[in-house]
């Protein structure tokens, strides 16, 4: 399973961008790239996930490097409700099992 | 309720008790995963079921852990003679994925609101 680092903090403005990176340099070509979040004292939450190409849902966008080695999970407008722990995680496909990291820790501020 | 639920949700015992946790997944779901989670970090995976079968177990989950999902549907994790270091968050998920399915598929998993438990 592919090791991810991601910043351990990050700030955003409300109504802003909220722009996480991945750096998932060891990922193999069949390993997926997921996000998921936790809000305090709940579960984790899926965000989104992607191979090789770019995706948006109605949560957020995810940037896949061309070589495959970074990506970037962009919130296009961040609320005070998004302030989470956002992990990025490669999956190994056959297990579907998550390797969690420390996550990102972004607070939104109004 | 279409969520995986988690029973209880907090949990307080003395040392060397035992203690069992119950999840029960989305139905139809035939992934159903462990995590036990410490303050300030992420998950840390524990073990993995595919329907009845538990294919994979974390080298965390020490002899005094024991998991079993016997018909499919709902899996119990049992901690025997727990210690303080047992005083964790565990979480429960739940995958659709299917037989069959190799690394060129992918789905979420979706997770429990866990049980936290407190060894005193």
């Known amino acids: 399973d592919a090791k991810t680092t991601q910043p351990t903090s990050m700030d955003c403005a409300e109504g802003r961008a909220a722009n996480l990176p991945c750096n998932h340099s060891?990922?193999?070509?069949?390993?997926?790239v997921y996000w998921y979040r936790q809000i305090h004292s709940q579960g984790p939450q899926y965000i989104i996930h992607g191979l090789k190409n770019n995706e948006t849902n109605e949560m957020a966008s995810l940037i896949i490097t061309e070589d495959r080695k970074s990506s970037t999970l962009i919130l296009p407008h961040a609320t005070l409700r998004d302030t989470a722990v956002y992990y990025c995680i490669s999956l190994s496909g056959n297990t579907g099992k998550l390797i969690f990291g420390q996550g990102t820790t972004l607070q939104v501020k109004p | 309720d279409t969520g995986v639920s988690q029973d209880p949700r907090h949990k307080i015992t003395k040392r060397g008790q035992n203690v069992t946790f119950r999840c029960d997944p989305i139905?139809?779901?035939?992934?159903l995963y462990w995590y036990r989670q410490t303050l300030g970090q992420g998950p840390e995976f524990l073990t993995y079921?595919?329907?009845?079968?538990?294919?994979?177990k974390s080298r965390l989950l020490s002899d005094r852990f024991s998991a079993e999902r016997p018909k499919g549907s709902f899996s119990t994790l049992e901690i025997q003679r727990t210690e303080q270091g047992d005083s964790a968050m565990y979480l429960c998920?739940?995958?659709?994925?299917?037989?069959?399915?190799?690394?060129?598929?992918?789905?979420?998993?979706?997770f429990g609101q866990g049980t936290r438990l407190t060894v005193v």
């Open positions: 079921f595919q329907n009845e079968a538990q294919l994979e």
């Open positions: 139905s139809e779901h035939n992934r």
């Open positions: 998920a739940s995958s659709p994925r299917g037989r069959g399915q190799g690394t060129f598929g992918s789905t979420e998993a979706f």
């Open positions: 060891t990922i193999s070509g069949n390993e997926y």
